[in-house]
Structure formats: C-alpha cells, structure tokens
C-alpha cells in the first residue's frame, strides 16, 4: 500500500505564492518601460532628422525651383543632377579646397591645442584666469568672429597690414583678395576659432591620466618628451579620436565663417561643398543641385561617424 504526504501550506505561504509575479509578465513590463523612455528620443530623431534627411535625397533626383513652392509640382530627372553637379567646373574644386581646409584647420587647432593643454596642465599663478580668456573665440558667434577677422585682414585698412608696415615686415598683404593667401587666410581664422575646443578636452584629457605614472618614469630617468610620447600619448589616445573626429564633422560643413570671410571668392578659392550648397541652393535657386552636394557631404559624415564608432568599440574590447 503506497503513502502520499501532502504538505499543507500556512496561510501566509499561500498568500506568497499567490502573489508572485510572472516572469515574462515582469519582462515584458521592462521591455515597454524602456521602449517608453527612447520613445521620444526616436519620435525627435525621425522628425527632425529622419524626415530631412530623406526629403534631400528625394529632391536630389528632382527639378526642384522656386515655382515647385507655389505648385507642388517637382518632376523627377533621374541623376541628371548628379551628372550636372559632378561634371560641373566647381565640384572638383570645391572638393579640394574642403579637404585642404579640413586637413589644415584640424592639424592647425590639435597642434597648438594639445600644446596650451600641456602647458596649463602644470600649475602656475594665473593659470584659469588665463585659460578663461582663450576660451573667448570659442564663444563668440562664428559670423561675428568672421566679421572682425575681416576687418583685422583688409588689405588697405586692416589692423594686421597696418602693424606689419609700423614694423617693417609688410602693409600691403592681400590676405583676402589673393586667390593664393585666400584659402591660406581662412584656414588661419578657423585655427583660431577651434583652438580653444581642442585645448578643453584635450586638459580634460590630461587631467585624467595619473601623476603617478609620470612620476614612475621620472624615476626610470626617462626625459620628458619620452614620457610624453610613451605614457601621455597612449593613455590620451581616446581623447585625442574624440576630438579629432568630432572637430573633422564641425569642420567639413563649415559656411557662415567663410560666407563672412570671402563668400567664396576670390574667383572661387575658398569655394568648399558647403559653399556650393549654398549658392547651388540659395543663389541660383537650383534646390536639386544644392540637394547633391548637401548628400555629399551627410555622406562624408557618416562615413566618419562609423568610423569613430567602429574606434571606440574596437578600444572598449
């Protein structure tokens, strides 16, 4: 004869038992908490980026002009855009005077900003009252500093012509009137513009390396650019990926500091895609061609942007 042993459950037992959630239940509650919380960010992201975005790439295959606003009416026409655009006598120019005011603009501000983050990083009297007052140009509205960098660079009444000549150095420099010190010119400004960036996260950077592995290698008898080059470097390495891509995607889109400048001239020396777009856009009121130089350069972007990502993720395993 087989015995079976039932055991009783208390009240209070029962009532825990009871109440227990259920597992998938509690999961898919998380699940709609979180989508709840990115919700917005997502909502944002397609509204004002999502949706430009793709309209530029419609309008890009479009003949697209003043009148299409009062119409509604903008045809396709294939890539006859692209053709006329990559065709065009400005593209090619424009292309290169980007990249050459982007390699120069970014080498220029990392340079001399990694330099004055060095340089405040040792501690001396004055020390933040200094780095306050380099912070300025950073905070000056780019068309503001683009208007002052224009009188300071007039070739009959600068500041800058008028202290070389007091000097004996020069006084009649064509700063922003030569096709040849144009460009040159632009990129100086914009140096001036971005050293500041550079330099703040740069000695944030610094600040977070240990002053005992500086130390360490003092011991060791090593010098001090060998202790720059060997443990300050690597240790920034992150910073300095951070910085420099990020200083590559404000750059390569620059306009209002060069419309202040040079508006592009003289004879198209400081013409860059983001220029073109404009004029292209905004000049002759040609949207479609504006449109193909604008997916340019978002292309450009987003090719560094998955470069940066693919960096950091390579870094963090």
């Not at 430009?52 to 890539?79: C, D, W």
């Not at 290698?217 to 202790?227: I, Q």
């Amino acid at each position: 004869m087989t015995t079976s042993t039932v055991t009783a459950q208390t009240p209070a037992e029962a009532s825990k038992t009871a109440a227990a959630p259920d597992p998938a239940r509690l999961r898919h509650r998380r699940r709609l908490a979180q989508w709840g919380f990115v919700a917005p960010a997502v909502v944002f992201m397609l509204l004002f980026f999502g949706y430009p975005l793709v309209r530029n790439v419609v309008m890009s295959f479009q003949h697209y002009t003043p009148k299409t606003f009062f119409t509604g009416e903008a045809p396709f026409n294939g890539t006859d855009n692209w053709s006329d655009v990559f065709q065009g006598a400005l593209f090619g120019k424009a292309l290169w005077h980007t990249l050459v005011f982007t390699a120069g603009s970014l080498l220029g501000q990392f340079c001399i900003g990694l330099a004055l983050a060095v340089f405040f990083s040792r501690r001396f009297p004055l020390n933040g009252v200094l780095r306050s007052l380099i912070l300025l140009p950073w905070l000056v509205p780019m068309v503001v500093s683009g208007i002052v960098w224009r009188r300071i660079l007039d070739q009959d009444t600068g500041v800058l012509n008028s202290f070389l000549e007091t000097v004996g150095i020069g006084g009649s420099t064509p700063w922003l009137t030569s096709p040849e010190m144009a460009l040159v010119s632009v990129i100086l400004v914009n140096i001036w513009i971005g050293i500041p960036f550079n330099m703040v996260i740069l000695y944030g950077g610094l600040q977070e390396i240990p002053r005992e592995l500086h130390e360490a290698a003092a011991l060791d008898g090593a010098s001090a650019w060998r202790t720059f080059r060997s443990v300050t470097l690597p240790l920034l390495k992150p910073v300095v990926t951070v910085v420099l891509v990020l200083g590559f995607m404000s750059t390569v889109k620059i306009l209002d500091l060069i419309l202040a400048l040079t508006d592009g001239g003289p004879a198209d020396a400081t013409q860059t895609l983001g220029t073109l777009t404009y004029q292209n856009s905004f000049v002759q009121l040609d949207f479609g061609a504006g449109a193909v130089v604008g997916n340019v350069l978002i292309l450009i972007s987003a090719v560094f942007a998955v470069f940066y990502l693919r960096v950091n993720r390579t870094e963090g395993k």
